[in-house]
């Protein structure tokens, strides 16, 4: 009976949910007080000030949580009667189910919905954030594959020295050990996954630039192509100080995007709220 209620709840949550033209989701508060369990607005505005002061607490502007209105109604003899209601956000209404009366089954069952929705809006925010540098990483594998041939097709046998040459190129003498060393990366993760957009991309030019002056200048023996490799990543270093950018090895690390990664196909809103 109480999976059955909790659904009910979901549902009912669901069905006055509403969207934006710019595809922002917003509640309105007198619809949300009837699903809570709530019969009069007296009693239920005490909650949302409870909600906006512990909004205000956390150091988030109320005012973009919660928006009051008004609008006119109709009452006896064409008589129009003003009624305060508030636009609430997804946060809005998380806030005002944790300060609600907790003896309302009605309040767990909601309580449950929002953590969960605020918690997947920001999976979706970090995903977005992230996507920049999920697609310059993925034309980095598709670059490394690219200038292992031309490595190949140069001579070489040792793929680590040859690899490792770049990275100190680029890196001021700095291995690539060294340098996940050097940023904290844990023992598990790759340095290219674990880095930010800007130094991803100036790997991505030190790799395919070292490509293409493997093939253009057809350069042949071992030792010919790792100093190849090393001149290209200097050459992208002094780029970089020459534009007045910060060096490399001390920009700081970033969150995993292999675990960002993971989340972009998170379970469906059905399958999370029931879990």
């Known amino acids: 009976m109480e999976e059955s209620n909790k659904g009910n709840i979901f549902n009912q949550i669901e069905a006055c949910k509403r969207v934006t033209s ?6 309105m508060a007198r619809d949300l007080m009837r699903i809570l369990g709530y019969a009069r607005w007296e009693n239920f505005i005490s909650v949302i000030e409870r909600a906006r002061m512990a909004c205000e607490s956390a150091s988030v502007e109320s005012s973009h949580q919660f928006r009051e209105t008004t609008k006119g109604i109709a009452a006896g003899k064409g008589a129009e009667i003003q009624r305060t209601d508030f636009f609430l956000s997804r946060y809005a209404c998380y806030l005002i189910c944790m300060n609600g009366d907790t003896s309302k089954p009605e309040i767990g069952f909601a309580q449950t919905y929002f953590a969960v929705q605020t918690r997947r809006q920001e999976v979706r925010d970090q995903i977005a ?14 670059a490394n594959k690219k200038l292992n041939s031309a490595a190949k097709h140069a001579g070489v046998q040792h793929y680590g020295t040859f690899h490792d040459a770049g990275y100190r190129g680029l890196y001021g003498g ?11 990366i844990p023992a598990k993760e790759d340095l290219l996954d674990c880095i930010g957009r800007a130094e991803l991309a100036a790997n991505e030019f030190r790799i395919t630039q070292t490509e ?3 093939l253009r200048e057809n350069v042949q023996g071992e030792t010919n192509a790792v100093n190849t490799h090393f001149r290209v990543g200097k ?22 995007i292999k675990r960002i990664a993971k989340k ?9 709220l029931l879990e």
């Open 22 to 27: 710019e595809g922002s989701v917003y509640w």
């Open 129 to 142: 954030a992230a996507q920049p540098r999920i697609e310059v990483r993925e034309r980095i594998r598709d």
């Open 174 to 184: 700095f291995g690539k050990s060294e340098i996940e060393e050097l940023k904290k």
């Open 212 to 214: 293409e002056k493997l």
């Open 235 to 256: 050459a992208v270093r002094q780029t970089i100080t020459e534009l007045g950018g910060t060096m490399p090895e001390k920009l700081p690390q970033a969150p995993s």
């Open 264 to 272: 972009r196909k998170p379970p469906s809103d059905h399958q999370q």
